[in-house]
């Protein structure tokens, strides 16, 4: 044998190339995935116009245009009452709106809204759904009984704050004496605030908002910004402040200076979910998010919906009403004439689309947003508190992620998916749109997947795949004095049209569209002299 | 030998003479230390230090003889190469430690490895010293036989010492090879710059740095390969470590005694596995008239199921557990299936790897039997597992006249959260029976009878190496530190158990 000097320097260059590619193996690879969102195209299209004249002609009772949350809950709302002369229109492929899922081999996930609150005593049709959906199972002592599978399960959420998973939202350790007496006073004002009864002897605050009191002491709220309002009480513990920008981030996508005092109080104050076993304070959630609600709503109704339909025009005749829907499958145009219209889009495109009937106004703002799925081969973890289904990071411009198998049906799973939000809230919510369209997948990849490894460095190479969502109008803004100004008076309307979406509340929730959904259907059959038992 | 005829003065060593023979010092402490570390390393992982030791020496001590053999075809450049040897040496031998720590969970044939390891730093190792003799020769020394060989065998000494009593209590195994290695490192680059016309050696200087710099690396990053390497953690020596899609499933050997871990928990000790099955299985079977039909959910090491099939009544046993890679590995492993006796591969009994949880929700079969051998609630998506929902399905699941044995954590360590447990069962209107049993790896440990109908005090026992029929009548008896007290019910929206489990047992642990 002879050791020769080739041998050896071949010894070493092989270790050096093998350290190289450990080295190379260990820098991040690119995660695949896709880029979607709301039909673009078909929303620009509607916007463009130039459909062409109508080809057919079909006749119902009651159009629906638009198959979110509000249109599927007027849907429902009419097959309950036996009223099933009725035909939804809806853009996309896929009735939902905001309340669509996805789903892959590891699990269904949501693309946008993931949860509701257990519903408050005030919203009658909503727990009316909710028992006729058998997520209201009985009644105990009284109190409504939820199902424990849809209630949402422990550990709720977590914050990631200094390094360390802490339960609940709001960091307890750490913080400073000031920190301390702002979380303890605001907490006592908004406590206060719910249980406040207006001298009209309404609740002060409640969901459905509609349901509110109208007491001008607290309608002046709506006048003056949430951080004007916090900024008069002197409450600047940046720890309050944090915690209140994710909140008012959460549910409205926007910053506390441009929400109005009265939504961010409301945020707060608004519920009082009515439960037996202590469950008032929890929420309902599916793997697949408020797609379940949405998919349930749509399933009672199977032969009424048609999508691919771009609603572009709808037109006063007599008293009835035409309605111009391009059907994007056979792209001709379809006219349908109806006894009545129920427009359940949001305001903006129904101003677009029934110009005679429905102002447009540019109070009407919107939040885009980013949604992203993250499908990971280990279920993410982090020193103290254990993986909740809602995980949030103190210092990230993102608002964390939820866990789209923290409910089940396993109890235990290898992989999941994280769905993962960021409202583009820091910008004016044009040029959050403008970048929604103008960046590239891999970079919003990046931002997503650094912030995750932020979080949860503990994830590193286990990333497979990351779909980025954009919504480029995804709820209203609840600017000041919009709630209780243009919202209101954008909710009348000549009759037999009437309007359906949460933009009519100034609050992108689940149970707004529902409600004017509900309210919308309720006032057409009173319209068309349809008997119905009122459940609003 | 052609220097031979200018010898210098031996009374003033000159520096690159001294370089030298510090080589020959670090030299020999470093392959000391390297073979110390492999033999360590070995017995711990694998067992059996005797074996392990000698066969260590041995073969180190073969393939320095082949080194040595093997110096003898270099005829230039000596220097040259013993730097680059020396660089090598530091490089396998300093990530030794860490690199098999890595490598033993996820290769199948860890001794192939760790004897390459072995003859590769010993042939280097053997190379080095003649080598070093003859350039020594080369420089300006007379006795260079003995003088190398003295250092040889003072640095053996020193590396001998210093292993037990500093090396292993302070640094680890891993760190002290990172140490070592760059000792050998630093030697080199040393003396590369010590030697005369030091200028040809460019090439070797890099890689001394580029070699330093990555044991450096490795040095500070010890504590999260040492984390990685997470063998470290176990009391006795690792025998079988994988990491299934679910969990880290461990099996550790000393003597006689077999141990199964998953993510770190104790699940049996073979010592005393027999005391835990009999009480979780036997109680429940002697209540139930006749038992054909049997459900054991979870106990994917087919224990429980021993217990279940020595009852010749029992005509199928259905076995519920998330992880195939835990009852394949139990199925196969002969060590294990002598201790489960064949439980899983026998004819009456059916397998199923799935969630329990999602498993028993869409189940609609009736069984005579169900054990319930979970692991404990020690995080969320276990504790799912002691909710009042699954007890409503697992009431779902018990026959007419049937009966459930649940395992149900430490009522002495963990009280509220035993208790939990039986009022949990209770809220989804299970009648119940609460016992214990002594297991002296768990300690004083709980079990829950749970059935749609009222439960005997007391049945007729089938007896084995614990339970006889006074044993198994006594285990229903709880003294006032074990006795029942208020807890609440553990639901799915607030895992009362996972917290109060986590509150008893730290406590207890600290």
């Known amino acids: 044998m002879k050791l020769s000097r080739r041998a050896l320097v071949g010894g070493a260059a092989g270790a050096a190339v093998l350290a190289g590619g450990g080295w190379a193996a260990l820098r991040r690879r690119k995660p695949p995935g896709t880029l979607a969102g709301a039909d673009l195209a078909r929303g620009h299209r509607l916007a463009k116009g130039g459909f062409p004249a109508p080809t057919r002609f079909e006749e119902t009772g009651v159009v629906i245009a638009g198959g979110g949350v509000a249109g599927l809950s007027a849907a429902w709302t009419l097959a309950e009452a036996g009223f099933d002369g009725f035909t939804l229109f809806e853009l996309e492929d896929e009735t939902g709106g905001n309340a669509r899922a996805g789903r892959n081999a590891v699990s269904a996930y949501p693309l946008g809204a993931h949860y509701l609150p257990v519903a408050n005593q005030d919203a009658r049709a909503l727990r009316h759904l909710l028992t006729r959906l058998g997520i209201i199972v009985g009644e105990k002592g009284g109190l409504p009984v939820y199902d424990p599978y849809q209630i949402c399960a422990d550990l709720e959420e977590r914050l990631f704050h200094q390094g360390r998973w802490h339960e609940g939202l709001i960091p307890r350790n750490g913080i400073g004496a000031q920190d301390r007496a702002d979380l303890a006073a605001f907490d006592a004002a908004v406590t206060a605030f719910a249980a406040h009864r207006g001298r009209d002897g309404r609740p002060a605050f409640t969901i459905p908002a509609a349901y509110s009191s109208r007491d001008p002491d607290l309608l002046v709220l709506d006048t003056i910004s949430f951080g004007r309002w916090l900024d008069d009480r002197e409450w600047h513990s940046p720890v309050l402040r944090a915690h209140l920008r994710y909140a008012m981030r959460d549910d409205y996508g926007t910053e506390p200076d441009h929400v109005s005092a009265w939504a961010g109080i409301h945020y707060f104050a608004g519920r009082r979910g009515w439960a037996a076993d202590g469950a008032g304070d929890k929420v309902l959630t599916w793997p697949e998010g408020n797609a379940r609600l949405a998919r349930a709503m749509a399933a009672r109704v199977p032969g009424r919906i048609r999508r691919g339909r771009i609603v572009h025009a709808v037109a006063r005749d007599g008293d009835r009403m035409w309605i111009d829907s391009f059907d994007v499958a056979r792209e001709e145009t379809v006219r349908t004439t109806a006894t009545a219209a129920i427009l359940a889009m949001p305001h903006f495109v129904a101003a677009r689309v029934a110009p005679g009937e429905v102002r447009a106004d540019k109070a009407f703002t919107y939040a885009p947003w980013l949604v992203a799925n993250i499908t990971v081969d280990r279920l993410p973890t982090g020193k103290g508190a254990q993986l909740a289904w809602d995980n949030v990071s103190a210092t990230s411009e993102s608002l964390g992620y939820v866990v789209a198998t923290h409910q089940g049906p396993d109890a235990r799973t290898a992989g999941t998916v994280l769905s993962w939000y960021m409202p583009l809230s820091a910008v004016e919510p044009a040029s959050g749109r403008r970048q929604l369209l103008e960046r590239p997948i891999e970079d919003w990849q990046s931002i997503v997947e650094d912030d995750l490894l932020l979080m949860n460095p503990d994830l590193e190479g286990a990333i497979r795949s990351i779909d980025v969502w954009r919504w480029g109008h995804a709820m209203v803004r609840p600017t000041p004095g919009f709630i209780w100004g243009a919202a209101q008076r954008a909710a009348e309307t000549r009759p037999p049209v009437f309007l359906a979406h949460s933009d009519l509340s100034g609050l992108s929730l689940f149970e707004e569209a529902h409600y004017h959904g509900t309210r919308a259907a309720e006032a057409a059959m009173r319209h068309l002299r349809h008997p119905f038992e009122s459940l609003l | ?510």
């Open chain 2, 1 to 510: 030998m052609a220097d031979a005829g200018r010898p210098r003065s031996t009374s003033s060593a000159s520096a690159p003479a001294v370089a030298l023979l510090a080589s020959a010092f670090v030299v020999a402490t470093c392959g000391l230390i390297y073979e110390l570390l492999a033999s360590t390393l070995a017995s711990y992982l694998l067992g059996d230090s005797v074996t392990q030791f000698s066969t260590v020496i041995g073969a180190y001590l073969f393939a320095m003889g082949i080194g040595s053999w093997c110096s003898r075809y270099v005829r230039q450049n000596e220097l040259r190469l013993f730097v680059r040897v020396e660089l090598l040496i530091a490089l396998i031998g300093g990530c030794s430690a860490a690199g098999l720590f890595l490598l033993f969970p996820v290769i199948d044939h860890f001794r192939v490895a760790l004897y390459a390891l072995v003859l590769a730093i010993g042939f280097f190792v053997g190379l080095e010293i003649p080598l070093l003799m003859r350039i020594l020769r080369d420089v300006e020394f007379r006795e260079v036989v003995s003088s190398v060989l003295t250092f040889d065998y003072v640095g053996a000494l020193a590396a001998s010492l210093l292993f037990p009593l500093v090396l292993m209590p302070y640094l680890g195994m891993v760190r002290t090879g990172f140490l070592f290695g760059i000792a050998n490192a630093a030697v080199a680059l040393a003396l590369l710059f010590v030697m005369r016309d030091a200028g040809r050696f460019r090439l070797e200087k890099l890689a001394a740095i580029f070699v330093l710099a990555l044991l450096g690396a490795g040095f500070i990053a010890s504590e999260r390969l040492q984390r990685w390497a997470e063998v470290a953690s176990y009391q006795e020596p690792v025998v079988y470590a994988v990491s299934s899609r679910f969990q880290r499933i461990v099996i550790t050997r000393r003597g006689d005694d077999l141990r199964l871990y998953l993510n770190g928990n104790l699940q049996f000790s073979s010592r005393d596995e027999y005391r835990y099955h009999e009480a979780l299985v036997q109680p429940a079977l002697a209540r139930v008239a006749n038992p054909r039909s049997v459900l054991i959910l979870g106990g994917g090491d087919g224990l429980a199921a021993r217990e279940v099939l020595r009852h010749p009544g029992v005509q199928s046993l259905t076995l519920v557990d998330l992880d195939p890679d835990v009852t394949r590995l139990f199925s196969q492993t002969a060590m294990l299936t002598a201790l489960n006796r064949g439980a899983l591969t026998d004819p009456r009994m059916r397998v199923i790897n799935a969630d329990g949880f999602r498993w028993a929700r869409e189940a609609r079969t009736r069984y005579d039997a169900v054990i319930v051998d979970f692991p404990d609630p020690v995080d969320f998506s276990v504790g799912k597992l002691y909710t009042e929902s699954f007890y409503r399905e697992l009431k779902r699941l018990i026959a007419p006249g049937g009966i459930a044995a649940v395992q149900s954590t430490s009522p002495l360590v963990a009280p509220r959260a035993f208790w939990t447990v039986a009022t949990t069962l209770e809220a989804a209107g299970l009648q119940i029976r609460p016992y214990h049993a002594y297991v002296p790896s768990f300690g004083e440990w709980g079990f829950i009878l749970a059935a749609n109908g009222p439960i005997a005090p007391s049945a007729p026992v089938l007896t084995g190496r614990f339970l006889d029929q006074a044993t198994a009548n006594r285990m229903f008896d709880f003294p006032p530190d074990m006795a029942r007290r208020p807890a609440p019910v553990n639901r799915l929206d607030n895992q009362a158990l996972v917290r109060l489990f986590d509150e008893e047992w730290s406590r207890y642990e600290a």
